[in-house]
């Protein structure tokens, strides 16, 4: 190992603010020491708070039960509204746009009840490839329930030739080709495969001018990449809080609704008793009165003990501040970057890179193609104590996250990478 980058890495963990984090979390061991995780793209890590949270809530339930919906620190019947200030936050968003509720592809199906009306005319939707399997599999089945058929309703983007990232101005040309009939672009914040960050503004306005809805898939942005969605006129966004969010598996997913939405008359909603406004939601009337702001697309009452994760989460951002993480985030994936770019074992295994070099176009995930020996070269990781994650076809997903990992985490897997492979470009 060279001594310098070792030593140059633990002078900047001396030197790192956030560093306090990591002592907030815990992780899972390796013959008795921490594993080196860099899996939180997957699942978060568990921040000890949590335990208390969740001990809290069941303490108000043995003690309080029914009673501890309306009573308490925290009533279980607007447990929803300690999430709007936090997710607002990591969104770009207004508090009413963002509801905490159900899980990612839940809510999908929800918004895109809403959200996507085809007509005769008008019926396209626009994704990106690769999709994550449940979007797809959500996509497809609203076409059917619409009388659509996939194959020829369903669009999508693919990387040119040899390439493995989208090209903006390729999205914008299939914008444009299909302007009169595309209903709705669909596309992660960041692709789950490559760690791309689209340029979600520009694509946008492209989509707006040519008369279709815009929504987004922020499983793998939120709590990872800037985002400014109420500015960049994104129609709806669907999340999940377990990856960056770290609020545990299968926690509370969350949804956007633009507030240029909240007032329609002529929107349709699949609905239920908690979308109805708050004052005489107990009135138990039959004429569903909505609440004001993405609440109305709420259905049910709060899984209290799915949320309590996130509550110790938001609350660890908020200390940390986003533009602190990011700037960390940035700097230790490129520094994660630059050394697997000079990974020179020539009998080794060869990989390469296929996450934009550009800061702006990704987040802290880097993305290595190993093709045909990714499976092998991911059990040796493994079995070397690293937890990192291998996606079909071809690819090994390392996501250091500035809230628990360190630089010198980053550059004991980088050492372990330039004795086993050889960096193509
Ligand atoms: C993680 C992830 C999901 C997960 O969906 P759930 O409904 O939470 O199981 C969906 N889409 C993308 C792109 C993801 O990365």
Known sequence: MTEDLLSLAKRLDQQDSLRKFREEFEFPEYSGEPKIYFCGNSLGLMPSATRGILEEELEAWSSGAV??????????????????????????AKKDEVVAMNSLTTNLHLALASFYKPSSKRY???TEDPVFSSDIYALQSQLQWHGKSPSRALLSCKPRKGEFILQTEDI??????????????????????NGQAYELEIIAKAARKAGAMVGVDLAHAIGNVPLELHEWNIDFAVWCSYKYLNAGPGAVGGMFVHSRHHKRKDIFRLQGWWGHREVDRFKMKPEFKPAPGADAWQLSNAPVFNMAGLLASLDIFQRAGFKNLVRKSRAMTKLLEEQIASCSNKSGYR???ITPGSIDERGCQLSIWAGSYAEELHTRISKAGFVTDLRNPGVIRIAPVPLY???EEVVLLAEFLKKWCYYKK
């Open 67 to 92: 009673e501890a919906h309306f009573m308490g620190p925290r009533p279980w019947a607007t447990y929803h509204k300690h999430f709007q200030e936090g997710l607002a936050k990591l969104l770009g």
């Open 124 to 126: 396209l939707i626009l």
């Open 172 to 193: 914008l040309k299939k914008i444009e080709r299909n302007k009169n009939r595309l209903a709705l672009v669909y596309l992660g914040g960041v692709n789950y495969y």
């Open 405 to 407: 990992n360190s630089y």
């Open 351 to 353: 990989i390469k890179l």
